[in-house]
């Protein structure tokens, strides 16, 4: 993978992607990165700003940058996906902000329609499920990867760390879902390298005991309301030491919202690292198997559409998903995380 497009570039998010790509050297200096803006304004003409900044930065080890607003004219073998509206842009929940951006995502598949390739899509917008069901029309399933996924299981991963005392390295947690209130932790799979099975025995029983996963969007929405009153009261500590008082699948589900209403309404560096993470995987030539969105068709019994899994990602997409053994309640709940992705996505189209 030599040429990458970023859709939405001169948004915070897209910005972060674009440096934290140069940044690391994903990308080889003979290849290109195409900064991908909306038609008209200042969105435009921000393009021509990011890239001068770029090439200050990174021109000792930067790719060709070109700049424009048509996808379709590019020689980009991977788009990543980052347009749209986020939370509090005239959106105030998941379901008015997939009215907002279903337009957003059309545009965008039309233009990816019209490549001279058809190329593999990291998809990081939200709703991604949305995204990737729009997307899907016009892009083959296989090549289309949902990130969301992957910085959700970064979170929980830093979560379960900070409870054991390690490194988040040192921690394999996964979630699996919706990228939403419907996150599924997989708490039967949680792992810990040099940390002694009891130690993790106990984590693992503080936060699932008289718990069910399938009751998990009730808790979230309760605590995030509660932590989001805190903050619109400007007790910004307060809401930052109540979401430390929360069970760990709790708390990575919720903490981006603290950082969302607090940092400029934007998670642009977790969020960018995660995309940056799967871009890599892509580029690295090996097989990797991660959570991340894809579209189902049933290789997991019962469940269908867009729903993150585990998959193996390959140089052109993902492969096929890697079956585990999970409880019943952690099965009950992708159940009822499909039904929700469904429903958004029906209610975006028929509002669109």
């Known amino acids: ?40 304004g200042a969105h435009e003409s921000e393009l021509w700003g990011l890239r001068a900044d770029l090439l200050d930065a990174f021109s000792d080890r930067a790719p060709r940058i070109e700049v424009g607003t048509d996808v379709a004219t590019t020689d980009a073998e991977v788009v990543v996906m980052m347009a749209g509206a986020t939370l509090g842009q005239g959106a105030s929940d998941r379901a008015q902000l997939a009215a907002k951006n279903f337009e957003i995502f059309t545009e965008a598949a039309r233009d990816i329609s019209r490549m001279a390739v058809e190329p593999t899509v990291v998809v990081q917008s939200n709703p991604v499920e949305l995204a990737m069901d729009v997307i899907g029309q016009v892009v083959s399933r296989h090549r289309i990867i949902g990130a969301a996924a992957w910085s959700d299981s970064l979170r929980f991963r830093r979560e379960i760390a900070s409870e054991l005392g390690v490194s988040r390295p040192m921690v394999s947690a996964e979630m699996w879902g919706q990228h939403g209130d419907h996150l599924v932790p997989i708490w039967s799979e949680v792992r810990a390298r040099g940390v002694e099975q009891g130690r993790v025995d106990e984590v693992i029983g503080r936060a699932t005991s008289g718990r069910h996963v399938r009751d998990l969007p009730e808790e979230i929405r309760a605590s995030r309301d509660q932590m989001l009153n805190l903050i619109q009261r400007d007790a910004i500590a307060d809401a930052y030491a109540f979401i430390h008082t929360q069970h760990p699948d709790v708390r990575a589900a919720i903490k981006p919202f603290f950082t969302h209403f607090t940092a400029g309404r934007t998670t642009e560096l977790a969020t960018a690292h995660a995309v940056a993470d799967v871009v890599s995987f892509l580029s690295g030539g090996a097989r990797v198997t991660i959570p991340a969105q894809v579209i189902l068709d049933k290789e997991w019994p019962g469940l269908t559409g867009p729903l993150a899994v585990p998959v193996v990602i390959e140089p052109h997409g993902w492969s096929h998903v890697v079956p585990q053994q999970v409880s019943d309640d952690e099965l009950s709940a992708l159940t009822i995380a499909m039904k929700a992705v469904s429903l958004v996505n029906e209610n975006a189209r028929s509002a669109g």
């Open 1 to 40: 993978m030599a040429n990458l497009a970023i859709i939405g570039a001169t948004g915070s998010c897209g910005r972060q992607v674009a440096a934290q790509l140069l940044d690391r050297g994903i990308l080889p200096t003979d290849g290109s990165l195409h900064l991908i803006g909306h038609a008209g």
